[in-house]
């Protein structure tokens, strides 16, 4: 009787262990697989994006800010809203996304980010929060 108890345990034993492989294996690859940030994707220089304008829409009263890009490839820019240029600490200010593709070293290019229905009283201020580039690569025969 002995016997029989200690190799139901044994069994037991081997299946937890079993268990506990199949829902933690893949999470720890799952966190291996994801530690390294995709090689395409580099921060851009410091004076290659920038606002030039940040003006109120009179129409929809949203903020409108003016974004180019110089440089090479493809943008991603975060554009922050904000009352003010100095935020006090712990102040959270709307944000919006950009995607300016295509550009060349020869020209500019720009676009604009919508932000929210600002305040009648109060004068926005826009600036880049973030911004990333992503190589592009030449095509063959020149187009």
Request: glycine content about 14%; some cysteine.
């Amino acid at each position: 009787m002995g016997v029989s108890a200690l190799k139901w345990q044994g069994w037991l034993v081997g299946l937890l262990v079993l268990a506990g492989l199949l829902v933690f294996a893949p999470l720890g690859l799952y966190v291996w697989a994801s530690g390294e940030p995709a090689p395409q994707a580099s921060a851009t220089a410091a004076g290659s994006v920038r606002v030039t304008g940040c003006r109120i829409d009179p129409a929809s009263r949203r903020v409108v800010a003016g974004v180019e890009a110089t440089g090479q490839g493809s943008y991603v820019v975060t554009v922050e809203f904000r009352d003010q240029a100095d935020p006090g600490p712990g102040v959270r200010s709307a944000q919006a996304l950009v995607k300016i593709p295509g550009v060349t070293p020869a020209t500019p290019e720009r676009s604009e980010a919508i932000g929210p229905v600002w305040p009648p009283a109060t004068t926005p201020w826009c600036g880049v929060a973030h911004s990333t580039r992503t190589e592009e690569e030449p095509t063959p025969g020149g187009g």
